[in-house]
């Protein structure tokens, strides 16, 4: 049987990706089938899909004006907002979001494909 594991986010080396700066935790976590993201966008956050990832964005905090863009429709967010974003759906953040992302399968960055703003 597994062991809980409990992990402090803030204290997880950053990571670029294309939303902007992400603190992944839980990779090597065997009784977990995915990843979890602190992710912190910024402004340049690029257009993507993934393969065969589906992600979970919590929204933690966010400037007035932020929104989430899937699949080229613009919606706005606000703290506590959840949207799913199955494979396929091409997705980016606008303005200043500090989310935690839940991705299932296991995060690869090979899963990755970008795409044009």
């Known amino acids: 049987m597994a062991e ?7 204290a997880i080396e950053p990571i670029a990706c294309p ?13 977990f089938p995915g990843t979890v993201h602190l992710t ?3 402004a340049t ?9 589906t992600e979970i964005y919590v929204i933690l905090d ?7 863009e899937l699949d080229g429709i613009r919606t ?3 703290p506590l907002t959840a949207i799913a974003i199955p494979p396929g759906v091409v997705h980016r953040a606008i303005g200043r ?10 995060f690869d960055p ?8």
């Open 19 to 31: 939303c902007g700066l992400a603190r992944r935790a839980f990779a090597d976590f065997a009784a």
């Open 4 to 10: 809980p594991q409990i992990v402090d986010l803030t």
């Open 76 to 78: 706005p967010v606000a």
């Open 62 to 68: 966010c400037d007035g004006d932020a929104a989430i």
């Open 40 to 42: 912190e966008i910024q």
């Open 110 to 117: 090979l899963d990755e494909v970008l795409t044009e703003n």
């Open 45 to 53: 956050a690029q257009s993507h899909s993934h393969r065969d990832h």
């Open 97 to 106: 979001i500090r989310t935690l992302i839940i991705c299932h399968p296991e």
